[in-house]
């Protein structure tokens, strides 16, 4: 018997369309300068892609297990690691294929909308401070590696982990000086490049949190145990399959 979509279609939250600043001036040069950017409306996921749903890939002959073998990594509710961007990307491929919708990984500018929340100017989802504590809300003291998803409170979009926990992949080539002529509308990042621009924190850090401006970026082949990835897609057809949608 084939799955109920509701078990393996990640929950995504929709994202309204609107203006943001993006980057910032007090940061690493890569996020200079700060610009205004319009972003379409979009669905992201609520958590990052998890174990659990990146069972369902493996299972269908997608890919190989992830880090699974370690303790650490093989919790069904902690973020799926160890995937480099092309198994990140299959995996979106393989979901939209199943699913009948065009799931794929954000781009840089639509991570840093959601990850805002909404409010104009914020180093962090939550704020201007970094948490008191370092550590992870939730981490794993028995087995180590990342927390389990969704324990952190979430932002003003309602999303999770974002700027904690892993790295997340995103679709654009990366380019240290893209925002020098990054289009004002829906900018989709370079046109070619060695790298992928990821964001967000990761658990493995001393300081575990990112700001929402922040860029990194790697070798899409690269698999590293704090680089995992959440899906998006196009709203127009987010909610007409019954999908788990928050608004």
């Not at 001036?25 to 998890?50: C, I, Q, S, W």
Request: glycine fraction near 10%.
């Amino acid at each position: 018997m084939a799955p109920d979509k509701n078990e393996f279609i990640p929950a995504t939250v929709v994202i309204p369309a609107g203006a943001f600043l993006m980057g910032g001036e007090d940061g690493m040069d890569n996020e200079k300068p700060a610009h205004r950017v319009y972003v379409d409306a979009f669905a992201l996921g609520k958590f990052p892609a998890t174990n659990r749903e990146y069972r369902f890939y493996v299972a269908a002959g997608g890919a190989p297990p992830p880090f699974w073998k370690d303790p650490m990594f093989a919790d069904p509710d902690k973020p799926v690691v160890g995937v480099s961007w092309h198994e990140a990307a299959a995996y979106c491929a393989w979901l939209a294929a199943v699913s009948g919708l065009p799931f794929r990984l954000p781009t840089e500018a639509e991570w840093e909308r959601a990850a805002r929340g909404g409010f104009e100017g914020r180093k962090y989802p939550w704020g201007e401070e970094l948490p008191k504590s370092s550590t992870c809300p939730g981490v794993d003291t028995l087995h180590g590696g990342p927390p389990r998803v969704g324990l952190y409170r979430p932002n003003g979009f309602g999303l999770y982990d974002m700027c904690a926990s892993v790295h997340e992949w995103c679709s654009d080539f990366y380019a240290a000086d893209y925002y020098h002529s990054s289009p004002e509308r829906n900018p989709p990042g370079a046109r070619s490049g060695a790298r992928r621009s990821s964001r967000g924190g990761s658990w493995r850090h001393h300081v575990k949190f990112s700001r929402c401006a922040a860029r990194s970026s790697l070798n899409p082949a690269f698999q590293y145990a704090d680089y995992g990835f959440r899906v998006a897609m196009s709203i127009e057809v987010v909610s007409q399959f019954g999908l788990k949608v928050s608004v």
